[in-house]
């Protein structure tokens, strides 16, 4: 009866509608397009860049090849489509069951928050759109969290799909050097110089194909502070709909429900990751970019979750010690 409830909450969010996607999904599909026809990746997305007046420089102006190579192998975006939600759906699935010493109520809450976060591979438009699929190899990832090879090899994927799930590796090696399990905080740390030493050959190739003309991004370094954050919310299927000021009283909730839940084993790489990329939007970011949230929108209630128990928790530990004999 709990799978089946389960399975139903998955194809309920991978079928749903979410917020419309950025532009920018329009030159990500004419880039895989052109590779399907034949066209080399850099060459494809130099034109398509070009065409639609985007900055080329520097080389973060470049998505990684990943994606559109891969969705290049496909015929259709119904076929990217069904790729995308079979995907997400086992992720979710590996996810929930990830969690079976939990309780029955507190499982399924996990997994419909962090469904919260992936309504939006059910828009359409998020097919080509390098967040939606990066972001279900963290999940997977999370749901993997004590097979280390296997996460380190799902949060790969993930960072070569979007550069911005390194920050999910961070997380996992800082998690793991805390727990001393210095074994996985080494194989952390040896997938992200992977991904680094990958990246640098991207932007080498990206470099190669753009041309003295074409223009320059005007950087991320914007100081969006609190605002860049709240931009976010539209990519959360439980904090869109709400008014703002209630939506910023439920994100603050899971936040310090997830502080409460830092000794939470099986949460705090989720935890630590979060943290890291709420600091990064502080400073980080224009308002065009507020659908990096994307990046985040499946952990950021998990801590909702820890609420009720981590107050309880703390409660119970500060009266132990106000009875305490000085």
Request: aromatic share 10%; charged share 10%.
């Amino acid at each position: 009866m709990h799978f089946r409830i389960q399975t139903a909450l998955v194809f309920a969010v991978v079928s749903s509608a979410a917020a419309a996607a950025p532009d920018d999904r329009l030159i990500y599909q004419s880039i895989v397009e052109q590779v399907r026809k034949g066209d080399g990746y850099y060459k494809a997305a130099a034109e398509n860049l070009r065409a639609n007046n985007y900055p080329l420089k520097p080389a973060l102006a470049f998505r990684m090849p990943t994606l559109a190579v891969s969705e290049a192998a496909l015929p259709s975006t119904l076929s990217r489509a069904l790729a995308l939600w079979i995907l997400t759906a086992a992720a979710l699935i590996a996810f929930s069951r990830s969690f079976a010493t939990r309780s029955a109520l507190e499982r399924l809450s996990l997994t419909a928050l962090a469904m919260t976060g992936l309504a939006n591979v059910g828009a359409p438009g998020s097919i080509y759109l390098h967040e939606a699929w990066s972001v279900v190899f963290i999940v997977a990832a999370i749901a993997a969290r004590r097979n280390t090879m296997a996460t380190a090899a799902l949060l790969l994927c993930a960072t070569l799909i979007r550069e911005t799930a390194a920050l999910a590796l961070i997380a996992f090696a800082i998690d793991a050097a805390l727990s001393r399990r210095w074994h996985r905080a080494v194989a952390f740390a040896g997938t992200l110089a992977t991904f680094g030493c990958v990246w640098l050959a991207h932007a080498h190739l990206a470099a190669s194909a753009v041309l003295p003309t074409d223009q320059v991004s005007p950087g991320w370094l914007a100081f969006g502070g609190l605002s860049m954050i709240v931009a976010t919310f539209n990519w959360n299927l439980l904090l869109a709909p709400l008014p703002i000021g209630i939506a910023a009283v439920v994100f603050a909730a899971a936040v310090w429900g997830s502080f409460l839940a830092r000794n939470d084993e099986a949460l705090r790489p989720a935890v630590i990751y979060l943290g890291l990329f709420l600091l990064c939007l502080l400073v980080f970011g224009r308002p065009d970019n507020s659908y990096w949230g994307i990046m985040i929108s499946p952990v950021v209630l998990l801590g909702l979750v820890n609420l009720v128990p981590g107050l309880r928790h703390t409660r119970h530990a500060l009266s132990i010690g106000s009875k305490t004999p000085l």
